[in-house]
């Protein structure tokens, strides 16, 4: 223990002499939390998981800052069931002693974690630019989990990490103050959120921009209009009294790249979706020589007079911000495709058509901007944009092309120059790069292998080429229900995009509408051995990009397994698939796999549909398991008796 204080004070040293040698566009990164067990605590409904860190000293100016948050299952336990509210916050800054800041950084939503395998993760992240004037010396980071569930058997482990993008602030913060936080009932006229969304009025005198950034999401499931969770109401922003926008709190969730879930992870949602980062609003004002200003809040106007229970849980503040550093001044921020991050990985692998996000943090309107993009190692090519984005506004970029390469691993470049034909006044954040694999290489004669559920009507498909034409396709209506359909194609070499899509928004397959059916999507080659499967719990749609080359394809992972419904009374069914006739075994496990329920041998078995019933077993969760010669799979699936 006597070696504790020199060990801290080496590490000081050196922790200061990197921020010594540091420079403009450097990256620093701090991780707060590194997989820290995560549980509920049921008899408060929260539990607060806080840790000290040391962030660059405040003489280190940050250009950008994001947080990243990686969910993962605990070791020996399932991940967490529900989908609850988990807030980041930024507590106190400089000692234990000093005053709570209660800023909350980063608002997550847990997914429905209860099928997930004990190797699951996935990584979201939140620009967090607005608090990084705070982000210096010692801060108390919190990550706050609420809910109710079990804190034995299940949980989360939990790693927060800061990426600070070392450099010259686009804008300046002079300042902050909080407006509109805490949790304000919803339709109910004894106590209406009209008594907690006040107007705000503020004075100022050296700002030249005020930044409003509103984090807000509705709950609860009232007896009117299921409010606030499932009812979309808007809501209005003004701005010295003048309306500045009127905005839907509204999510789309069925096109959510984490999935399937185990619960009703396609509904839409009061601005959030399970397993999703809430993103927040920003609005920036110009402020005048007024000796004051307003900002006000008003939410569609609502009245339940049975039992009212919705609520919006609100974090805003007001930031005072210099006039952007430069006139001229574009980022890249992110590349959407092709790359390898979680968020986008419903659009990856991809191998046309490139998209990016830029930024005009410069004065003037950005209207024109040249973008030089290609693999590593190889000829660029060069897009010239013309539009109008506004300063301190995003916009993402489908750039024009196909991307090929013999590399294994590879890396896409995008560099951004001559914004409005001049040069960037801060080029430091004009490139950027992204790792990335191709999609798949399928034969040029493939047969597209789907059955329907009894819901057809919802559903389409459509297979196109790298320049748009359209190959072939089944438009909605033109479905059968229940049928099985084979479509065979010759394709030529190039690149190609598969999209089956289903305008319910609940796939082939979801666990809430057992009556719709059982469906499913393969890709096979001429021989009937698969290529390509897809989990049939696939939301709005399935978007698959794949290559054509004269490459001998992969073959998908075998055996083939799935089970309908997921959530079952005892009686179900599982649909097999191999590409060989061989004898394989069906074994039904306890959830810890140490008693077995049920077993079955199959012979000579290709493919097909097996019907189970399971009488006189308790409700619970249990594994379906297909042991062929060469694999076993397994499915996790709930009993349970309505």
């Given at each position: 223990?006597?070696?504790?204080?020199?060990?801290?004070?080496?590490?000081?040293?050196?922790?200061?002499?990197?921020?010594?040698?540091?420079?403009?566009?450097?990256?620093?990164?701090?991780?707060?939390?590194?997989?820290?067990?995560?549980?509920?605590?049921?008899?408060?409904?929260?539990?607060?998981?806080?840790?000290?860190?040391?962030?660059?000293?405040?003489?280190?100016?940050?250009?950008?800052?994001?947080?990243?948050?990686?969910?993962?299952?605990?070791?020996?336990?399932?991940?967490?069931?529900?989908?609850?509210?988990?807030?980041?916050?930024?507590?106190?800054?400089?000692?234990?002693?000093?005053?709570?800041?209660?800023?909350?950084?980063?608002?997550?939503?847990?997914?429905?974690?209860?099928?997930?395998?004990?190797?699951?993760?996935?990584?979201?992240?939140?620009?967090?630019?607005?608090?990084?004037?705070?982000?210096?010396?010692?801060?108390?980071?919190?990550?706050?989990?609420?809910?109710?569930?079990?804190?034995?058997?299940?949980?989360?482990?939990?790693?927060?990490?800061?990426?600070?993008?070392?450099?010259?602030?686009?804008?300046?913060?002079?300042?902050?103050?909080?407006?509109?936080?805490?949790?304000?009932?919803?339709?109910?006229?004894?106590?209406?959120?009209?008594?907690?969304?006040?107007?705000?009025?503020?004075?100022?005198?050296?700002?030249?921009?005020?930044?409003?950034?509103?984090?807000?999401?509705?709950?609860?499931?009232?007896?009117?209009?299921?409010?606030?969770?499932?009812?979309?109401?808007?809501?209005?922003i003004y701005f010295d009294n003048e309306l500045i926008e009127q905005k839907q709190i509204w999510m789309e969730c069925a096109d959510n790249p984490l999935y399937p879930q185990a619960g009703t992870w396609i509904f839409d949602r009061a601005n959030w979706c399970p397993g999703s980062m809430v993103k927040p609003d920003i609005y920036d004002f110009e402020l005048n020589d007024k000796d004051s200003h307003t900002i006000n809040i008003e939410m569609e106007p609502y009245v339940n007079t049975g039992k009212p229970s919705a609520n919006y849980a609100f974090n805003s503040y007001l930031f005072?911000?210099?006039?952007?550093?430069?006139?001229?001044?574009?980022?890249?921020?992110?590349?959407?495709?092709?790359?390898?991050?979680?968020?986008?990985?419903?659009?990856?692998?991809?191998?046309?058509?490139?998209?990016?996000?830029?930024?005009?943090?410069?004065?003037?309107?950005?209207?024109?901007?040249?973008?030089?993009?290609?693999?590593?190692?190889?000829?660029?090519?060069?897009?010239?944009?013309?539009?109008?984005?506004?300063?301190?506004?995003?916009?993402?970029?489908?750039?024009?092309?196909?991307?090929?390469?013999?590399?294994?691993?590879?890396?896409?470049?995008?560099?951004?120059?001559?914004?409005?034909?001049?040069?960037?006044?801060?080029?430091?954040?004009?490139?950027?790069?992204?790792?990335?694999?191709?999609?798949?290489?399928?034969?040029?004669?493939?047969?597209?292998?789907?059955?329907?559920?009894?819901?057809?009507?919802?559903?389409?498909?459509?297979?196109?080429?790298?320049?748009?034409?359209?190959?072939?396709?089944?438009?909605?209506?033109?479905?059968?229900?229940?049928?099985?359909?084979?479509?065979?194609?010759?394709?030529?070499?190039?690149?190609?995009?598969?999209?089956?899509?289903?305008?319910?928004?609940?796939?082939?397959?979801?666990?809430?509408?057992?009556?719709?059916?059982?469906?499913?999507?393969?890709?096979?080659?001429?021989?009937?051995?698969?290529?390509?499967?897809?989990?049939?719990?696939?939301?709005?749609?399935?978007?698959?990009?794949?290559?054509?080359?004269?490459?001998?394809?992969?073959?998908?992972?075998?055996?083939?397994?799935?089970?309908?419904?997921?959530?079952?009374?005892?009686?179900?069914?599982?649909?097999?698939?191999?590409?060989?006739?061989?004898?394989?075994?069906?074994?039904?496990?306890?959830?810890?796999?140490?008693?077995?329920?049920?077993?079955?041998?199959?012979?000579?078995?290709?493919?097909?549909?097996?019907?189970?019933?399971?009488?006189?077993?308790?409700?619970?969760?249990?594994?379906?398991?297909?042991?062929?010669?060469?694999?076993?799979?397994?499915?996790?699936?709930?009993?349970?008796?309505?």
């Amino acid at each position: 223990m006597k070696f504790f204080p020199i060990i801290v004070f080496i590490l000081l040293i050196i922790f200061f002499q990197d921020q010594a040698f540091s420079s403009e566009g450097d990256v620093i990164k701090i991780k707060t939390h590194n997989k820290t067990k995560v549980v509920t605590d049921p008899s408060k409904g929260f539990n607060a998981y806080k840790t000290w860190s040391l962030f660059p000293s405040n003489n280190i100016r940050y250009r950008k800052a994001v947080l990243y948050i990686t969910y993962q299952c605990p070791d020996s336990q399932r991940c967490g069931e529900w989908d609850y509210i988990d807030n980041i916050y930024l507590r106190r800054k400089g000692s234990m002693n000093d005053s709570s800041l209660d800023i909350e950084l980063a608002r997550m939503i847990s997914p429905y974690g209860s099928r997930f395998t004990p190797d699951w993760k996935f990584t979201w992240n939140t620009d967090v630019t607005d608090f990084s004037f705070l982000l210096h010396d010692s801060v108390e980071i919190e990550f706050n989990h609420t809910g109710y569930e079990s804190n034995t058997d299940r949980g989360w482990l939990i790693t927060i990490e800061f990426e600070l993008t070392e450099g010259i602030p686009a804008m300046e913060t002079l300042g902050y103050m909080k407006l509109w936080n805490g949790i304000f009932p919803y339709g109910d006229n004894k106590d209406d959120i009209d008594n907690y969304l006040l107007p705000v009025k503020f004075k100022n005198d050296i700002a030249n921009i005020a930044r409003v950034r509103i984090v807000q999401t509705g709950h609860g499931m009232d007896d009117l209009e299921n409010c606030a969770e499932f009812c979309s109401k808007y809501r209005n922003i003004y701005f010295d009294n003048e309306l500045i926008e009127q905005k839907q709190i509204w999510m789309e969730c069925a096109d959510n790249p984490l999935y399937p879930q185990a619960g009703t992870w396609i509904f839409d949602r009061a601005n959030w979706c399970p397993g999703s980062m809430v993103k927040p609003d920003i609005y920036d004002f110009e402020l005048n020589d007024k000796d004051s200003h307003t900002i006000n809040i008003e939410m569609e106007p609502y009245v339940n007079t049975g039992k009212p229970s919705a609520n919006y849980a609100f974090n805003s503040y007001l930031f005072f911000c210099n006039s952007p550093e430069f006139k001229n001044d574009v980022s890249i921020e992110d590349i959407i495709t092709p790359g390898k991050q979680d968020v986008y990985s419903r659009k990856n692998p991809a191998c046309f058509e490139p998209v990016i996000s830029i930024k005009n943090n410069g004065r003037n309107n950005l209207s024109k901007l040249k973008i030089s993009y290609g693999i590593e190692g190889e000829t660029e090519s060069e897009f010239f944009w013309r539009g109008d984005l506004q300063s301190g506004k995003e916009l993402d970029i489908i750039l024009p092309g196909t991307l090929s390469t013999d590399k294994h691993k590879a890396y896409f470049n995008v560099t951004l120059t001559s914004p409005n034909d001049k040069e960037d006044d801060y080029p430091f954040d004009n490139f950027k790069s992204s790792e990335f694999s191709l999609p798949p290489v399928f034969d040029s004669k493939i047969i597209l292998i789907f059955k329907m559920n009894k819901d057809s009507l919802d559903n389409f498909y459509q297979l196109t080429n790298s320049i748009g034409n359209v190959i072939n396709e089944r438009i909605i209506g033109s479905l059968v229900p229940d049928r099985i359909y084979r479509d065979t194609f010759s394709l030529s070499n190039g690149c190609y995009e598969l999209v089956f899509g289903d305008t319910a928004d609940n796939g082939l397959d979801f666990w809430f509408n057992p009556e719709g059916g059982y469906g499913y999507v393969r890709i096979t080659d001429i021989n009937g051995n698969l290529i390509r499967s897809f989990n049939p719990d696939f939301g709005k749609e399935i978007r698959q990009q794949f290559l054509v080359n004269g490459s001998k394809p992969a073959k998908d992972t075998l055996p083939l397994l799935q089970i309908f419904p997921i959530r079952n009374s005892g009686n179900f069914l599982c649909d097999m698939f191999l590409n060989e006739r061989q004898n394989i075994k069906i074994q039904i496990t306890s959830e810890d796999k140490k008693k077995i329920i049920y077993e079955k041998i199959l012979r000579d078995f290709k493919e097909g549909m097996i019907d189970i019933k399971l009488d006189n077993i308790p409700d619970g969760l249990y594994f379906v398991n297909m042991i062929s010669m060469t694999n076993t799979i397994s499915k996790r699936m709930k009993i349970k008796r309505d």
